[in-house]
């Protein structure tokens, strides 16, 4: 494989990006939601870097099954949401692709009448996003490949390595 972004960039921007988050809320309680499953790793290591008082909590929205590389219909499951309403939210995702999921999971939880909504990303793939959505915190702007590791997978296998690295042989799309 081929790593694009080393384990110490990517803890390196993680740092970054939340001293940003915690500038931006400044002791304002926000409540971070995790896209399941790619973002744990993201979550994990961002929100030991915030300085703010914080709830976690986890979103699962889904347009990938088993081996599938081509999305299919995105289903959003609102029974893993805390209560959101008037609160800060800040969404939080591994990648942004083609930006159907993101800009799905942005109008639902516009819907539940939270008090503020800004999204952060780890990686944004250059020349595949459909949907206009600019996240407002971002961490790495990646090439149109497969991209696996840090949470990112395939088939649901290399979410474990520390670094973001190009599978070979997946010509495919990832949101």
């Known amino acids: 494989m081929n790593i694009l972004i080393s384990a110490e960039r990517i803890q390196e921007r993680v740092r970054t990006m939340a001293a940003e988050i915690s500038a931006d809320y400044r002791d304002r309680p926000l409540t971070i939601l995790g896209v399941l499953t790619g973002s744990l790793m993201f979550l994990a290591d961002l929100v030991r870097h915030l300085d703010l008082p914080i709830r976690i909590g986890l979103v699962q929205a889904s347009s990938y099954r088993g081996a599938a590389t081509t999305p ?67 961490g790495f702007e990646i090439p149109n490949e497969f991209v696996v590791g840090y949470g990112l997978d395939y088939n649901d296998e290399y979410r474990h390595l520390p670094f973001v690295a190009v599978l070979p042989q997946i010509e495919s799309t990832q949101d």
């Not at 503020?116 to 793939?125: F, M, T």
Request: hydrophobic content about 40%; glycine content about 4%.
């Open 72 to 138: 299919g219909e995105l289903r959003i499951h609102p029974e893993l949401l805390p209560d959101v309403r008037n609160r800060h939210v800040l969404l939080l995702d591994d990648i942004l692709d083609t930006g159907r999921t993101l800009s799905r999971l942005a109008e639902h939880l516009r819907s539940l009448e939270v008090a503020s909504l800004r999204i952060a990303v780890l990686c944004r793939k250059i020349g595949r996003q459909e949907v206009p959505l600019e996240p407002d915190y971002q």
